[in-house]
């Protein structure tokens, strides 16, 4: 069992910058594809970003790509979000999630992940 818990939320200025953490518990996250999703007030959660175990792929939802950069640290079981250039529309609550992936999978699949933080809040917001 993979326990998640996400920080770094808060509020920001349109243009501003946040960083997001996960970090894990139970399980060292290193053997697991790792992703972000948000879900803003009134809306359906979607994804954001994934990384693989390795961290040699990643994949962006095209609203964040440029602005959005996910990066994982395998030693201090930890996987961040820098998120640069942020926008109203960006105000959501922001979860990470994460899925066992093999050696084997280069470009994992985020859909049905089975463990799941219980999020952290962003207001981008003047």
């Known amino acids: 069992q993979v326990q998640l818990v996400e920080s770094g939320g808060g509020l920001v200025q349109p243009g501003g910058s946040l960083r997001l953490s996960c970090g894990a518990s139970g399980r060292t996250l290193s053997s697991y594809a790792v992703a972000w999703f948000r879900q803003a007030p009134g809306k359906e959660r979607e994804f954001v970003v994934g990384i693989s175990r390795s961290g040699g792929s990643t994949t962006y939802a095209d609203s964040v790509k440029g602005r959005f950069t996910i990066s994982r640290d395998n030693a201090k079981n930890t996987v961040s979000l820098q998120m640069n250039s942020l926008k109203p529309e960006d105000t959501a609550v922001y979860y990470c999630?994460?899925?066992?992936?093999?050696?084997?999978?280069?470009?994992?699949?985020?859909?049905?992940?089975?463990?799941w933080g219980k999020g952290t809040l962003v207001t981008v917001s003047s």
């Open positions: 999630a994460a899925k066992y992936s093999t050696v084997t999978v280069i470009r994992p699949d985020y859909r049905n992940m089975p463990y």
